[in-house]
């Protein structure tokens, strides 16, 4: 079955800075890549995914890019901001079920 | 739409007793999904449905058992609780295959 690792598990960056998180994986067969924010106490929201046949997507301060070569994809946050304190979780799916990683706990310093 | 709700949000078992944790989502999604969260990890799959009538094991179904008799209710069931089901349950659904997945607000369940 598909196999996602997710780095670094913590971060810490001062308001305004940027945050990368990476995520690798194992199913070639895999094709969409959604990325969740889940606050503190809160269910898991989706921010931003992308699929296979599309490199890069942009979300206002949030983008994220897939090499299908490496097996890898990355969640950018520019200029972040104390709301974006959360527990970002990346994920992976070729058919009905999604692989989540173990999430990587943000935090953002004022 | 009120979209995924969940009930009870809270629950304390006696190990052996036997519960069954209620989703229902009003989105008219064919996808359905059950999570659970132990601390510090990620989401693992219990248990999936495709449509009303058609349920599959996800990577951590032993201990749970499902129905989907109808598109909107998908419950999931706990027979025998034991200490290592002590986490948070959450339900999902999508409307395609690949599909953003809605959450619930996830039931938290402690089975001492």
């Known amino acids: 079955g598909e196999n996602v690792e997710q780095h670094p598990s913590t971060l810490s960056v001062q308001e305004g800075d940027s945050a990368v998180i990476k995520c690798t994986y194992s199913?070639?067969?895999?094709?969409?890549f959604p990325w969740y924010k889940q606050e503190l106490g809160k269910r898991p929201q989706l921010i931003i995914d992308?699929?296979?046949?599309?490199g890069e997507k942009k979300d206002q301060r949030i983008a994220v890019t897939l090499n299908k070569t490496a097996k890898h994809f990355s969640l950018h946050i520019t200029e972040t901001q104390p709301e974006d304190s959360a527990v970002y979780f990346c994920?992976?799916?070729?058919?009905?079920?999604?692989?989540f990683g173990k999430g990587t706990k943000l935090s953002v310093i004022p | 739409n009120a979209g995924v709700t969940q009930t009870p949000k809270f629950r304390i078992l006696k190990i052996g007793q036997s519960m069954t944790l209620q989703c229902t989502q009003d989105m008219n999604h064919n996808y359905m999904y059950w999570y659970r969260q132990d601390p510090g990890m990620g989401l693992k799959l219990i248990y999936y449905s495709v449509g009303a009538g058609i349920t599959d094991k996800g990577e951590v179904p032993n201990g749970y058992n499902v129905s989907r008799s109808t598109t909107e209710d998908f419950p999931l069931r706990l027979e025998l609780a034991a200490p290592s089901q002590t986490s948070v349950y959450f339900c999902?659904?999508?409307?395609?295959?690949?599909?953003?997945?809605?959450f619930g607000p996830g039931t938290r369940l402690t089975v001492t």
């Open positions: 999902a659904s999508s409307y395609g295959q690949v599909d953003e997945q809605y």
């Open positions: 994920a992976a799916s070729g058919s009905y079920q999604l692989t």
């Open positions: 199913d070639s067969a895999s094709n969409y």
């Open positions: 992308i699929r296979s046949n599309v």
